[in-house]
């Protein structure tokens, strides 16, 4: 499947951000400003791992002589940091070519500005050529997003490891100072903050879009920092706490979903996006309360399984956009604008992760179930495509191989289906686009770069 879809973006889109595979063309959008060839980099790691090394060499050469970090144009933060940094800072750390490193620190630098704010939290979107910032139009009174500020941990403790420079971990320690000092609704971090006052902007809370990878990012920075970062540690279990004080639900078919809170007010939907979750829990089950550990578990289970229930209660065994808990529906998309499936990974993430810590068979049947509805489903002549309606027995393609694709669902899936010491949990971590990084190991800190790598 990696070298399908590789293969069709090499031959019709090569150097343009992902392929679209109806027509047979590149596609570049404007999420990442003027740069380019975004399925390039999400892909160098997954070609490298997977042994595909002559593909992963064209990426490299084309890495080497083409990418180009000059560029005007609106870059999201967050896109450009998970996509390109972590992609780069990944290659690197498998394969030890300088080239990933001199990109990945010229990039780093450029995307300082951002947090040039009354409170250094950075705003979402940055012309990587001239330095501005400024934040998304649709994002109520010029917030910034908690998943995007929340979200560039892992990757600028990496950027300060390599260039021996404190200012990006100087930049992520201030976030999270400003977090822990700020008064939170019932212990909950609202999706949108004030980069100018510092204060919430809405009371809209999410484990979805908009506040995923935040809690994500909590856990994994514990883990990354060989479970020296107690801050970390303390905000994340903080937050779960709340979480399922507050979120966590439980439908009258026994389905355990997280619910969003609009101010105190339940919305009982569930995005494709929170199903990370399952896999999130489960990785932090280990290192809470030692009574926990099984609760933690179950509840990653619980959620892994209602994920799933979205895939199979659909014609195409594939998941919606985001599903209901409403007016009689369980684990369904209810909307018309929510039936859709853009070859996303969350839902994989979590089987992989599960898979993992458990042993279970089935995740990987879960799994073998995913490859067959995407192979039937999402495959076309030159590539991989989302679906427009999950529930429809006709599909209808979106012409859009997405990177991510490439990076994480058919990564996740690989690993899913690998042995456990391929990219060990314990020796790495995965930035919320699955490009592994290092963990820091301090008991054995080496001349250079401070780290310990284990060879795959």
Same mark, same amino acid.
């Given at each position: 499947?990696?070298?399908?879809?590789?293969?069709?973006?090499?031959?019709?889109?090569?150097?343009?951000?992902?392929?679209?595979?109806?027509?047979?063309?590149?596609?570049?959008?404007?999420?990442?400003?003027?740069?380019?060839?975004?399925?390039?980099?999400?892909?160098?790691?997954?070609?490298?791992?997977?042994?595909?090394?002559?593909?992963?060499?064209?990426?490299?050469?084309?890495?080497?002589?083409?990418?180009?970090?000059?560029?005007?144009?609106?870059?999201?933060?967050?896109?450009?940091?998970?996509?390109?940094?972590?992609? $780069?800072?990944?290659?690197?750390?498998? &394969?030890?070519?300088?080239?990933?490193? +001199? @990109?990945? /620190?010229?990039?780093? !630098? #450029?995307?300082?500005?951002?947090?040039?704010?009354?409170?250094?939290?950075?705003?979402?979107?940055?012309?990587?050529?001239?330095?501005?910032?400024?934040?998304?139009?649709?994002?109520?009174?010029?917030?910034?997003?908690?998943?995007?500020?929340?979200?560039?941990?892992?990757?600028?403790?990496?950027?300060?490891? $390599?260039?021996?420079?404190?200012?990006? &971990?100087?930049?992520?320690?201030?976030? +999270? @100072?400003? /977090?822990?000092?700020? !008064? #939170?609704?019932?212990?909950?971090?609202?999706?949108?903050?004030?980069?100018?006052?510092?204060?919430?902007?809405?009371?809209?809370?999410?484990?979805?879009?908009?506040?995923?990878?935040?809690?994500?990012?909590?856990?994994?920075?514990?883990?990354?920092?060989?479970?020296?970062?107690?801050?970390?540690?303390?905000?994340?279990?903080?937050?779960?706490?709340?979480?399922?004080?507050?979120?966590?639900?439980?439908?009258?078919?026994?389905?355990?979903?997280?619910?969003?809170?609009?101010?105190?007010?339940?919305?009982?939907?569930?995005?494709?996006?929170?199903?990370?979750?399952?896999?999130?829990?489960?990785?932090?089950?280990?290192?809470?309360?030692?009574?926990?550990?099984?609760?933690?578990?179950?509840?990653?289970?619980?959620?892994?399984?209602?994920?799933?229930?979205?895939?199979?209660?659909?014609?195409?065994?594939?998941?919606?956009?985001?599903?209901?808990?409403?007016?009689?529906?369980?684990?369904?998309?209810?909307?018309?604008?929510?039936?859709?499936?853009?070859?996303?990974?969350?839902?994989?993430?979590?089987?992989?992760?599960?898979?993992?810590?458990?042993?279970?068979?089935?995740?990987?049947?879960?799994?073998?179930?995913?490859?067959?509805?995407?192979?039937?489903?999402?495959?076309?002549?030159?590539?991989?495509?989302?679906?427009?309606?999950?529930?429809?027995?006709?599909?209808?393609?979106?012409?859009?191989?997405?990177?991510?694709?490439?990076?994480?669902?058919?990564?996740?899936?690989?690993?899913?289906?690998?042995?456990?010491?391929?990219?060990?949990?314990?020796?790495?971590?995965?930035?919320?686009?699955?490009?592994?990084?290092?963990?820091?190991?301090?008991?054995?800190?080496?001349?250079?770069?401070?780290?310990?790598?284990?060879?795959?």
């Amino acid at each position: 499947m990696m070298k399908f879809a590789w293969d069709n973006y090499k031959n019709f889109a090569w150097g343009k951000n992902e392929l679209r595979p109806l027509t047979r063309t590149g596609h570049i959008g404007n999420m990442f400003g003027g740069l380019r060839g975004a399925s390039i980099v999400d892909s160098l790691d997954t070609l490298y791992i997977m042994g595909l090394l002559d593909e992963y060499n064209d990426a490299k050469e084309w890495v080497q002589s083409s990418l180009d970090l000059n560029s005007n144009g609106e870059a999201s933060l967050f896109e450009v940091n998970i996509r390109y940094v972590g992609g $780069l800072l990944s290659a690197y750390y498998l &394969t030890g070519e300088e080239i990933f490193k +001199r @990109k990945v /620190l010229d990039l780093g !630098e #450029k995307l300082l500005p951002a947090f040039n704010t009354p409170t250094g939290i950075p705003r979402g979107v940055i012309n990587l050529g001239s330095g501005t910032s400024w934040s998304w139009g649709w994002a109520s009174a010029g917030s910034s997003i908690l998943a995007e500020f929340g979200t560039l941990h892992l990757e600028f403790v990496h950027l300060s490891e $390599l260039s021996n420079n404190p200012v990006y &971990t100087e930049k992520v320690m201030n976030i +999270r @100072k400003l /977090l822990n000092k700020i !008064e #939170k609704p019932h212990g909950l971090y609202p999706n949108f903050l004030s980069p100018v006052s510092g204060n919430w902007v809405q009371h809209h809370v999410s484990i979805g879009g908009l506040g995923d990878s935040f809690y994500e990012y909590l856990i994994k920075s514990y883990l990354m920092s060989d479970k020296t970062d107690e801050d970390a540690k303390k905000m994340y279990y903080g937050a779960l706490e709340a979480i399922e004080a507050n979120l966590v639900q439980k439908s009258p078919g026994g389905l355990t979903y997280m619910a969003e809170w609009r101010g105190g007010i339940l919305d009982h939907k569930m995005g494709h996006l929170a199903c990370f979750s399952g896999g999130m829990v489960g990785i932090g089950a280990d290192d809470g309360a030692p009574e926990k550990r099984q609760h933690y578990l179950d509840l990653a289970a619980e959620i892994t399984h209602t994920c799933h229930e979205s895939y199979s209660r659909s014609a195409t065994k594939l998941g919606p956009e985001a599903f209901r808990f409403d007016g009689g529906a369980e684990a369904t998309a209810t909307r018309l604008s929510d039936r859709y499936y853009i070859l996303r990974p969350e839902v994989i993430e979590s089987y992989m992760y599960m898979w993992r810590l458990t042993h279970d068979p089935k995740y990987r049947e879960w799994g073998w179930e995913a490859v067959e509805a995407l192979e039937q489903h999402c495959r076309v002549e030159a590539g991989f495509s989302g679906i427009r309606d999950v529930y429809a027995q006709t599909v209808s393609h979106d012409n859009m191989q997405q990177s991510f694709f490439l990076s994480e669902t058919l990564k996740y899936l690989y690993l899913l289906f690998s042995d456990d010491d391929l990219l060990s949990l314990e020796d790495w971590v995965f930035n919320t686009e699955a490009h592994p990084l290092p963990v820091i190991h301090k008991s054995c800190m080496e001349e250079g770069g401070g780290l310990r790598l284990d060879s795959l």
